[in-house]
């Protein structure tokens, strides 16, 4: 006999469970709202459940006699709660990232930004707060697959947003505009795998390890474990290129200071190689800190940047001056040291492919460079002079100042010009950390009313 007491206790059980995560997609507190793509992520979610609570409340009523069905019946419950237990993970970590906790303008101005790209005019980001002090891109493909399954179990016909690249950001950098330049890395991972460039670069990386590897052939134990992580770095590398293509040098200044790399600096402005050994070393999945930096400079020379950041004071700028002239000598890999050589022969030849793979992933995109030349140093002294620079216009084009150069203006200020400011407010010293911290604080919250106005102004322009 089947045992519907059990399927129903089961159903009921999991019913319970279902309300409960439910519950938080409706969660605005106060003046809160959501970003376009969390709300339509959470009301996909809302919709989800509800078809799935009509699908459990008619399962005790329908519970096969023979035995082979019976345990189909009884996995699907089982399939449906471990599939509901991934979307527990995510949905009150988007509920919590409503606009009250976001830097939304930033995020709006990076959604408009990523949608001028071939294959992306319908994209949209969800954002979820993370306990990591880190940034991360919720594999795209592994939760349509998860919320797919529920969908098609539960006959819930609305299908799920395919242009929806879920990006998780550390709840206590939640109202920073400039750390929160990294989230260009995650649109990276979600560009690269919408794309999916792991197919277009894997014969590549077969190609450059076969040319790379062969005098070492037979000291080489593992070459699929190699291959993996070859795969494993080259999406990193691409997310950084990718970034430092989207919006310039404010990526490299905050990947700098996330990870606090300019500690590195010895007072004579070198680096210790034996004292940063741990970024110097590449893991399975991560190139070297240091080795990606050197990358991200290359990409700022090449892009043009370089120029007009190079007068720099900070140790920011330092850092990335210094290791770039790093040898390749002095990076480890988790491999067996007689293979050193071919690893970075093998990137050295990886390289100009993912180079080459950001510029067609971005194609027309503009650089920012030109509009950076124009107009850098009047949005700079607006900021010094407590202005928000959203009225800043080209003289020969008439066009608004654009993302890149706010973004990137006001970050370099803060590196290097924050003393100037706070020196042009009474009562106020440039060397006292709680003054630089409250000035630090306005000087973002002027660069997002900035970015706030900018896609206001595009959007009314059809931008």
Not at 437 to 452: D, P, Q, S
Request: with cysteine; hydrophobic share 40%.
């Amino acid at each position: 006999m089947p045992d519907v007491e059990g399927i129903t206790h089961e159903a009921a059980s999991l019913y319970r469970f279902i309300e409960s995560i439910q519950r938080f997609c409706a969660s605005q507190p106060g003046f809160a709202a959501y970003l376009e793509g969390s709300r339509d992520f959470l009301l996909f979610i809302d919709g989800l459940a509800n078809s799935t609570k009509t699908y459990l409340e008619a399962r005790p009523d329908n519970v096969p006699d023979n035995a082979v069905e019976y345990r189909v019946y009884r996995q699907e419950l089982s399939m449906l709660r471990f599939a509901w237990h991934y979307v527990h993970r995510l949905v009150k970590p988007v509920a919590d990232a409503h606009t009250l906790y976001l830097p939304e303008s930033l995020i709006d101005c990076v959604v408009q930004r990523l949608r001028s790209l071939p294959d992306f005019k319908a994209s949209k980001l969800a954002i979820l707060h993370i306990r990591e002090l880190n940034y991360l891109q919720v594999i795209a493909s592994d939760m349509q697959r998860k919320l797919t399954q529920i969908a098609n179990l539960v006959d819930f016909s609305s299908t799920f947003l395919t242009d929806l690249g879920l990006i998780g950001i550390p709840y206590s950098q939640a109202n920073s505009v400039l750390m929160n330049s990294l989230i260009a890395h995650e649109i990276g991972h979600f560009v690269f795998e919408k794309r999916q460039l792991k197919y277009a670069l894997g014969p590549k990386i077969l190609v450059a390890l076969d040319a790379s590897f062969k005098a070492v052939h037979d000291k080489v134990e593992d070459g699929r474990r190699i291959q993996d992580v070859f795969a494993s770095w080259s999406e990193e590398l691409f997310c950084d290129l990718f970034a430092v293509r989207f919006i310039g040098p404010c990526y490299c200044y905050a990947f700098v200071e996330a990870f606090d790399l300019s500690r590195h600096l010895e007072t004579d402005g070198t680096i210790h190689s034996r004292f940063a050994a741990p970024q110097l070393l590449f893991s399975y999945s991560h190139p070297a800190d240091f080795y990606r930096i050197q990358r991200q400079a290359e990409m700022l020379r090449r892009l043009g940047w370089w120029a007009h950041i190079a007068n720099s004071k900070s140790a920011t700028w330092g850092f990335l001056e210094r290791c770039e002239a790093l040898p390749p000598s002095c990076f480890s890999f988790p491999f067996p040291p007689a293979l050193q050589s071919s690893f970075i022969q093998a990137l050295d030849l990886l390289v100009g492919d993912i180079t080459a793979a950001v510029e067609e992933s971005v194609r027309g995109l503009d650089t920012g460079v030109a509009g950076y030349t124009q107009l850098s140093q009047q949005v700079k002294e607006c900021f010094l002079e407590g202005i928000v620079p959203s009225t800043v216009r080209d003289p020969d084009t008439g066009k608004p100042v654009d993302v890149v150069t706010v973004l990137n203006v006001a970050y370099l200020l803060y590196l290097d010009n924050l003393p100037e400011l706070i020196g042009r407010i009474e009562g106020q010293n440039a060397g006292s950390v709680k003054d630089r911290t409250r000035w630090t604080e306005k000087l973002e919250h002027w660069t997002l009313k900035a970015l706030g106005d900018l896609a206001l102004i595009s959007s009314k322009a059809g931008g």
